[in-house]
Structure formats: structure tokens, C-alpha cells
């Protein structure tokens, strides 16, 4: 049987005169000079890197958290067999930590003429576009003694979507929507503006609904009932001030004011709504306006992708004016922000007036549910002073609320988790009592 590879190179030293294997300048001399003739014949056979082909293919955009697939061909269109080692490079947080290793290199043999297919599996930890890389190719001889290396530039980006975690509430909201549509058995008593219906009053129902000129042609009260409004205008406003840059958990506070908007933009699509989203600091970051319900989710999740905390001070004063812009008829504008008492005392309680005399305005803001474990501590001299420090916390939070109440704003204090499903819940109830 023939011997490849080192064990030739072995063979072939075994096989030297007894005399010069012997310890002599001489022994020496005709061992490297074998050495080098099999390194200089086994560089000579590795295939060359510079004429291979490279292409890609795959998934162009994944959710954070799920993984995608890109494909690398690689062709040979040489003489020499390939035997190479191929590192596929991306960003570090193109995988989870400890994975880069096994994910990004791929052992691949591929015959003159023909091509194979790599795959480099990611599963990215940030949001954003991941880029590619360099991709580096370690061509190896039959001996595996010397190789050729180079790099190869070859594009190709994947867009890291918003997870979008919340869409589990989705069902049950739009259960209760539909209740609110009058589309189930379920009768709403809500004061909308787009009459429905009569019906007999009943014990609790409210005094304003009564149709006087129906209960006058008929023996017994009659009260009107409505359907919730439709077509209404929805501007959901991301702060991606330095207060969204604050971690809760794992992820900014921004990541959880997103998921909270990605809900409430898929429900009030359904509801039949019309939802624009604004992103702003000291600028505007982002701005979707004008799309048809179908591409509302999609442009939102899209452009979110891209956005990332600003380490400034959100200019209160550009903000309400890019709203009152955006939004020049009524609207239900929901500022997704923070709760700190002096970005909201210094800049926008002296702002409000302006919105709320044109628009129903929410303000929703991430809570850290560490907050509320630290003040529910006990045992320690420690854990005494952190308890209090939490509850001083609790307390400014709870007193800025009030004052945001005051001016006729709605507030939705919720932590990460429960943030999507209250603010989809304020929605609701206040499409379902006319006051969109």
C-alpha cells in the first residue's frame, strides 16, 4: 500500500545510507537537504488560494436570539487538489460566547474543477447589521509540512432583528378587540363616536347614553350603544436617550420599549388604526409614517434594528415639536421613556401643555424589577440600607407619575415583562371608553 503524507517523508528518510543518518555535518546536510526537497515539493503541490473563488448565499436577517445560516461556496478552479482550513470571520457578537471557534472554521477537500458548500451558522447578541468579515484560507500541501495563506473579501450582511417576545399577548388582545368591535356576542358600553345600535337600559348603564327622542317613541328607555373608533392616528415616540441606555436585566431599556411598541403597533393595525413611529434624542433617529397596515410591522421591525442608545440628553423641547409635526390632527401619541424625576421635571412637564390640549397623550416607561426585590430586603445592615434606597426610588418614581397624571397624561409603569401587555391594555380600554 502507498504511504502518503508524513509517513512518506519517514519512508523516504528511513531509506537514507546508515552513514548518513550518523551524527556528521555530513548525515546533517543530506537530511535537511531531503527536508527541504519535501517541503519545496509539498509547498509546490498545495493548491494557490489567490485563483480560488468565493460566493455567498443565505439568510439576510434573523430575529436576536434565533439563528441564521450563510452559505460560503467555495470554487477551485486550478489543477491541485484543495486540502484547506477556511476561517469564515465576523463580529464577536455574531455568536453566543465560547462558539466563534467551532461555528466560523470548516475543513474542506475539494478537487480541481469542482465546488463545495460551507455553511457558518450565527446566532447573534446584539441587534443591528452583522457584517462579514475577512475569509481566510490555509491551503495545505499532500505533505502537510509547508501551506499557502490568504484572505479573500467576500460581502454579505445580516440584519439582527428585534426579537419581538410580546407577540404571545398578541391573541388575547385581539380577543378582546374583537369583543370591543361587537364582532362576538359581547356588547360594548363604551362612548366611542360611531353609533352602533339601542337598546333596552339597564341597571349601571351611563345616564349620558340615553337616546331621549328613541325612549319618547317607545315604551321603555332606550340607550345607545357604540362601536369602538376606527381609523384613528397612533404615534408611538422611542426616546433613545441616555436614560434608554440603562440596563434592566439583560437588555436596555430600549430593547423592552421596543418590544412594548412592536405590540402595540400590531394591535392597533388589527383595530384598524393608522400607526406611525418616531425614534428621537437630540434628533431624529427614525421616522415610519404613512405605511399600509400590512407593512406597518415590517418597516417598524426594520428600521428598530438599526437604532441604539444615545449617550445625550434627549432635547425635550425638539421632541414635542416633532410630534406636534407629526401629529397635526388628534392623536394618540405614547412616549416610550423614562420615569426619572429630572429629565421629566426639568424638560417635559413644562412641555405638556402643548400636547395634551391637542392630543391623548401616554407615557410608558421600563421599571426595574430589582428595585422592588431590594426594597423587600431585609436580615442585613446592608440590605436594610438598600431597602431604603429602593423605597426613596419607588417613591420619586411614584411622585413624577402623579405629576405626569395631573396634566392629563396617562402612565404606564411596568417592568420588562409586563411593560407590552399593560401599555396594549391602556390602549384598550381607552379605545374602548371614546377617548382616542
Not at 42 to 47: E, G, I, K, P, S
Not at 68 to 86: E, K, Q
Not at 103 to 118: F, Q, Y
Not at 288 to 312: H, I, K, W
Request: charged residues 25%; proline residues 6%.
Amino acid at each position: 500500500m502507498a504511504l502518503t503524507g508524513r509517513a512518506a517523508l519517514l519512508a523516504a528518510l528511513g531509506s537514507l545510507p546508515v552513514g548518513l543518518l550518523e551524527p556528521s555535518w555530513t548525515g546533517l546536510l543530506a537530511v535537511n537537504g531531503t527536508l527541504g526537497l519535501a517541503c519545496a515539493v509539498d509547498y509546490a503541490l498545495a493548491a494557490p488560494v489567490r485563483t480560488l473563488r468565493l460566493a455567498r448565499s443565505g439568510d439576510t436577517s434573523v430575529r436576536l436570539g434565533e439563528s441564521a445560516d450563510v452559505h460560503l461556496t467555495l470554487t477551485n478552479p486550478g489543477t491541485r487538489r484543495l486540502r484547506a482550513r477556511v476561517r469564515d470571520a465576523w463580529p464577536p457578537s455574531s455568536w453566543q460566547a465560547g462558539t466563534e471557534t467551532a461555528a466560523s472554521r470548516h475543513e474542506v477537500t475539494v478537487p480541481a474543477g469542482e465546488r463545495r458548500r460551507l455553511t457558518t451558522r450565527l446566532r447573534p447578541t446584539r441587534r443591528g447589521d452583522r457584517r462579514a468579515d475577512r475569509v481566510t484560507i490555509r491551503s495545505y500541501g499532500p505533505l502537510g509540512l509547508l501551506t499557502r495563506q490568504g484572505s479573500h473579501t467576500v460581502p454579505w450582511t445580516v440584519r439582527v432583528l428585534p426579537p419581538f417576545t410580546s407577540r404571545k399577548h398578541l391573541p388575547s388582545r385581539l380577543a378582546r378587540l374583537r369583543e370591543l368591535d361587537g364582532r362576538t356576542s359581547v356588547l360594548t358600553r363604551g362612548e366611542g363616536t360611531e353609533f352602533d345600535s339601542l337598546r333596552d337600559y339597564v341597571p349601571g348603564d351611563d345616564t349620558r347614553s340615553i337616546d331621549w327622542r328613541a325612549t319618547a317613541r317607545r315604551q321603555g328607555v332606550a340607550v345607545r350603544t357604540w362601536r369602538p373608533e376606527r381609523d384613528r392616528h397612533i404615534l408611538i415616540c422611542l426616546d433613545t436617550g441616555r436614560t434608554s441606555a440603562g440596563r434592566v436585566g439583560d437588555a436596555p431599556r430600549l430593547d423592552s420599549a421596543m418590544d412594548a411598541a412592536l405590540l402595540l403597533a400590531a394591535l392597533a393595525t388589527r383595530a384598524g388604526d393608522r400607526v406611525d413611529l418616531l425614534a428621537h434624542d437630540r434628533r431624529t433617529r427614525a421616522l415610519v409614517q404613512g405605511r399600509a397596515a400590512a407593512d406597518v410591522l415590517p418597516a417598524f421591525v426594520t428600521t428598530m434594528a438599526g437604532l441604539e442608545p444615545e449617550l445625550v440628553e434627549t432635547d425635550s423641547r425638539t421632541l414635542v415639536s416633532t410630534i406636534l409635526r407629526s401629529a397635526p390632527r388628534r392623536s394618540l401619541v405614547v412616549l416610550l421613556t423614562s420615569l426619572d424625576a429630572a429629565p421629566v421635571e426639568e424638560g417635559l412637564l413644562p412641555l405638556l401643555p402643548r400636547l395634551t390640549q391637542r392630543h391623548t397623550v401616554v407615557v410608558a416607561s421600563v421599571a426595574d424589577p430589582h428595585i422592588a426585590s431590594m426594597a423587600a430586603s431585609r436580615g442585613s445592615v446592608d440590605a436594610v440600607y438598600e431597602a431604603a434606597a429602593a423605597t426613596q426610588t419607588q417613591s420619586q418614581r411614584r411622585r413624577t407619575a402623579d405629576q405626569l397624571s395631573r396634566h392629563g397624561v396617562h402612565v404606564v409603569d411596568a417592568t420588562p415583562d409586563a411593560l407590552a401587555p399593560s401599555l396594549a391594555d391602556t390602549y384598550l380600554a381607552l379605545k374602548a371608553a371614546g377617548r382616542l
